[in-house]
């Protein structure tokens, strides 16, 4: 193996032996497999919300709640579609030799449902808290949820770049 054919087997810092094909396929399963995830908790949430309006006490909702409730249910749908875009897109452009697009469009989206599940996640404790307590707890509630994400989201990359570089 010449020093160019090393070069092009390996990605710049990645210490894996992968050409650029085999990086892009690398890279599209832990995309479907971190849709997946997405996709499963998306769906329970979704099916949770579904279920609420055939349930007696769904008449007791004021209608802001109703439009809170309303909200989190088209949200849940975008999430679950989104989440499978990245599959209709594959399909569509199947061995064409377009992997590393996909895989720029894959992570795009996958962002994309985090960010709206996250959302999501936000909005359902909310909507719980307000149902079962009062609108300021379910303000609180929301509002602490929606700070373990930030911070989760903001400390743990910058944790780990510190405990790589030292």
Not at 38 to 56: A, E, K, P, R
Not at 64 to 76: E, S
Not at 109 to 133: H, K, W, Y
């Amino acid at each position: 193996m010449t020093g160019q054919d090393a070069e092009e087997r390996t990605g710049p810092g990645t210490g894996r032996d992968e050409t650029p094909e085999e990086r892009s396929d690398r890279n599209w399963n832990e995309i479907l497999q971190e849709l997946r995830v997405v996709q499963t908790g998306t769906q329970i949430l979704g099916g949770f919300l579904l279920t609420l309006c055939f349930q007696q006490r769904f008449t007791e909702l004021a209608p802001p709640d109703v439009a809170l409730y309303l909200v989190l249910v088209f949200l849940a749908a975008t999430v679950t579609v989104l989440a499978l875009a990245p599959v209709v897109v594959h399909r569509l452009l199947f061995a064409r030799g377009r992997k590393a697009e996909l895989v720029k469009f894959g992570n795009q989206i996958v962002l994309t449902c985090l960010a709206a599940g996250s959302l999501l996640f936000v909005g359902v404790v909310t909507f719980v808290f307000d149902f079962v307590l009062t609108p300021t707890a379910g303000l609180i509630a929301g509002g602490a949820v929606l700070l373990i994400i930030a911070a989760a989201w903001t400390s743990a990359p910058v944790i780990l770049r510190r405990r790589a570089r030292g």
